[in-house]
């Protein structure tokens, strides 16, 4: 198959990925150039971050979060890199994921702010959950990230903060939510979520862009990046959404990328009147981070941690 847009200019370049839903056959040139132009578009469309703003970029050590991060290095932004080390031993996960963001930091010479979770608190993710008596590592593990994300972010004054959440992610989200019309997470699902009572804004600038779209723009730009996920293994029901979407995109294409912006143009605006009067916050007792207890919820799971 040959390049669309080479084509048009009267040159014979072979293409190396064809993106089925869009009916669009890419060179590697044109294929980054079309990526990082829907990273823009997705940026000015919901006005995401103006470009003197820096913007603190949480990157995992995955493909999605460090193709993300440059991306908006090559579009121009003032990006800094923002990792959590969770301490998580199995397979030197988390050690191999900082050595992988630490060597993507290096290479293109911009700087990565690490909040070691073991030395700051005392404690690993997976000895905090057990701590806490949770089973489901995962969710006390996206409780400390999105705590910490607001805390760094307030610390060293960014006032927007961008994850690498991808249409896959996205889209399933969204049929999770649908199948148990959770009304107040579908007023709530949107690339943005605005800046609001001391968090910082939280934008996902590559909401409209397929997993397999986020891991060829990493291998075309020869990006290391960690493959295998984390051993606590995410819970089984959002890869089943993800199956289902995928079957349902196989059979028509382009499913996955009109479920998610139908929703947002014509459903979410629906659900907007569900969400709830937000409770009024006060600062946490202890870390002075913004909350609807006198403690906040990470500040009272450390501190029964340590009574025990
Ligand atoms: P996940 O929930 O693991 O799919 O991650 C979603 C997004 O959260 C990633 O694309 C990153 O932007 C961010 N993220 C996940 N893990 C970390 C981490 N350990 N440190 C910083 N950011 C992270
Ligand atoms: Fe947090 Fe897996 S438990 S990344
Ligand atoms: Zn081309
Ligand atoms: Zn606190």
């Not at 963001?101 to 700051?120: A, D, M, Q, T, Y």
């Not at 009304?183 to 949107?190: A, F, I, S, V, W």
């Not at 059979?251 to 990328?257: D, F, R």
């Amino acid at each position: 198959m040959l390049c669309k847009i080479c084509k048009s200019k009267g040159r014979r370049n072979k293409a190396v990925i064809y993106l089925r839903h869009h009916r669009l056959a890419l060179c590697k040139e044109h294929f980054i150039e079309w990526f990082e132009r829907q990273t823009e578009k997705a940026i000015k469309e919901f006005k995401m971050f103006r470009r003197e703003e820096k913007v603190l970029v949480a990157v995992s050590g995955g493909k999605d979060s460090l193709s993300l991060w440059f991306a908006l290095h090559r579009l121009g932004y003032e990006t800094y890199g923002f990792h959590i080390s969770l301490g998580i031993e199995g397979w030197n996960y988390s050690q191999k994921s900082l050595e992988v963001c630490r060597r993507f930091s290096e290479r293109i010479g911009r700087p990565l702010l690490v909040f070691n979770l073991k030395e700051e608190f005392g404690y690993s993710i997976e000895e905090i959950a057990e701590g806490s008596g949770r089973k489901d590592v995962c969710s006390v593990c996206g409780t400390f990230k999105r705590y910490l994300m607001n805390k760094i972010a307030r610390e060293k004054d960014f006032r927007v903060v961008a994850t690498g959440h991808n249409l896959d992610d996205e889209s399933a989200l969204l049929l999770s939510n649908v199948m148990r019309w959770e009304l107040g997470y579908l007023g709530r699902q949107y690339p943005v979520l605005p800046e609001e009572g001391g968090f910082a804004r939280k934008v996902k600038p590559f909401c409209f862009l397929t997993e397999k779209e986020t891991v060829s723009y990493a291998i075309l730009n020869g990006i290391e990046f960690m493959e295998t996920g984390c051993p606590n293994a995410k819970e089984a029901t959002s890869k089943t959404y993800k199956q289902a979407l995928a079957f349902l995109e196989h059979e028509m294409p382009g499913t996955k990328l009109r479920f998610y912006k139908e929703f947002l143009r014509k459903a979410r605006p629906l659900f907007e009147k569900e969400l709830k009067k937000e409770l009024e916050l006060n600062e946490c007792e202890i870390c002075g981070m913004p909350t609807t207890a006198p403690v906040c919820s990470v500040c009272r799971t450390l501190q029964r941690l340590r009574e025990c």
